[in-house]
């Protein structure tokens, strides 16, 4: 079944639900995002993720100006931040950091070069905050790659509101 939008905003663009509804038919994987606020560890759960250059090494993370880590990386203290790439094991952790109501997480952290990471990821990335863009109700913080590890585990995939795992 198509569904299109039949009533499009004021301004000639879609409503937020249809937007959400639509964009939510791309297929993403899950990231936190973490960094220092002071001395506590903070993380975030996004899936607006996306690689930007090779040469240089860039990514890109959009935050909701609602959201608390839109204050912190938005500091001019905060230089570095991480993205930590979920494993398809890693479903708790995304909801921890996403604010939904569970158990208590034990987060596996660890730090490289005095910046918290998470455990068990199938990637960390460090990053440099390299650009900060202003679109509508979000932030996009460009991030220089400065230091990266992986693992060839299966990734946590995001679709249509729902996780899955590749197989």
């Known amino acids: ?44 759960t996004a899936s607006a993720f996306v690689s930007v250059s090779l040469a240089p090494p860039l990514i890109l993370v959009s935050v909701d100006h609602r959201a608390h880590m839109h204050e912190v990386l938005g500091r001019p203290e905060t230089t570095r931040f991480g993205v930590n790439l ?3 094991t890693q479903r708790h952790l995304s909801d921890h950091f996403a604010g939904r109501p569970g158990p208590e997480e034990n987060v596996p952290w660890f730090e490289h070069e005095g910046l918290p990471l998470i ?15 202003v679109a509508g109700d979000h932030t996009l913080y460009l991030g220089f790659v400065e230091y990266a590890r992986y ?17």
């Open 1 to 44: 079944m198509t569904h299109q939008s039949a009533t499009p905003e004021a301004d000639g663009g879609l409503t937020p639900f249809e937007f959400r509804q639509t964009l939510g038919r791309f297929a993403s994987g899950v990231t936190i995002v973490t960094t220092l606020d002071g001395q506590q560890r903070r993380g975030m």
């Open 119 to 133: 455990g068990g990821c199938i990637a960390q990335l460090v990053c440099r905050k390299h650009e900060v863009i």
């Open 86 to 88: 979920l494993s398809s």
């Open 151 to 167: 693992t060839d585990d299966d990734p946590l995939v995001y679709f249509r509101g729902q996780y899955h795992e590749l197989g």
